[in-house]
DNA sequence: ATGGTGGTCTTACCA
């Protein structure tokens, strides 16, 4: 069995002891982590080392960072794509044995209509417009990040609430169908499961003590995959730790 | 009640 998670971290600098805490219970083979927040100089490479990690990251200073921890070999290390010439560091496509991974972390967008919101929209297609030609290249792929979108009204605590905000506009929840129509599945939404469960609580308001929610961190994956994803999970235990990320971890099995 | 918390070479910006 293989196990793959995604993790937005906020700040990998402050959450390096819950990674790995987390990768150790949780028996992760593959950890796509977000917003490490770090530099690539300062990048914590020998705490995962010495527990027989594999390692790559993309980072820069202050905002953003993407990284996979990999208890097997990883080649072929991308994180720019066609037609994104982009500073931020949100991208990082790794392959592992036969498996093709594409770690991301979206653009928040802020707000609907600022400038953020359109540099969203318009990296959401340049990378759907990537992840399509990688689907055409590896059989076995999966997508996996914090997406910043919440697809449907059910991932969402109070749909009424939100209707037309960011992470839930109906031109966020068209790219997400767009990237999907690459052939990808959400792997959530494979399996019966219960309602209200989140990955995302803001920080402020009480958000998680009151399930105020949004699913916004996804595995997708490739028919392939499919075939072998035997569950898809959403592990809220880390959020309840002392000084948690907001987001928490989201993780699937892969029958071999 | 129209805010709130938390992270970052902090006193502004991002989420």
Not at 76 to 87: A, N
Not at 99 to 110: H, S
Not at 141 to 147: H, I
Not at 218 to 228: C, E, G, K, P, R
Request: hydrophobic fraction near 40%; charge should be negative; glycine fraction near 4%.
């Amino acid at each position: 069995m293989l196990k793959l998670a995604s993790w937005n971290v906020n700040s990998l600098k402050v959450r390096l002891e819950q990674v790995l805490t987390w990768l150790d219970s949780s028996e992760v083979d593959i950890l796509g982590i977000q917003e490490t927040k770090l530099v690539d100089e300062q990048f914590p490479v020998d705490a995962f080392v010495e527990k027989g990690y594999h390692v790559v990251y993309a980072g820069q200073k202050t905002y953003n960072g993407v990284a996979v921890i990999s208890r097997f070999p990883i080649s072929d290390v991308q994180t720019d794509i066609p037609d994104l010439d982009d500073p931020q560091r949100r991208i990082l496509a790794v392959t592992i044995g036969d498996l093709r991974l594409i770690n991301l972390y979206v653009p928040n967008g802020a707000e609907v209509g600022c400038d953020k919101y359109e540099y969203k929209l318009n990296w959401l297609a340049k990378v759907s417009a990537y992840i399509e030609q990688q689907s055409r290249e590896h059989a076995k792929l999966a997508v996996m990040g914090d997406f910043n979108i919440a697809p449907e009204d059910r991932d969402v605590h109070d749909p009424a609430e939100w209707v037309d905000c960011i992470l839930v506009s109906p031109l966020e929840r068209q790219a997400w169908h767009t990237l999907l129509s690459t052939r990808l599945k959400d792997s959530f939404r494979l399996f019966p499961q219960e309602d209200n469960q989140f990955s995302w609580w803001d920080y402020r308001a009480a958000g998680f003590r009151r399930n105020r929610g949004l699913r916004i961190d996804h595995i997708l994956l490739s028919d392939a995959l499919v075939q072998n994803c035997l569950s898809s999970q959403i592990d809220r235990e880390p959020r309840t730790w002392e000084r948690p990320s907001d987001h928490t971890p989201v993780w699937v099995a892969l029958k071999n």
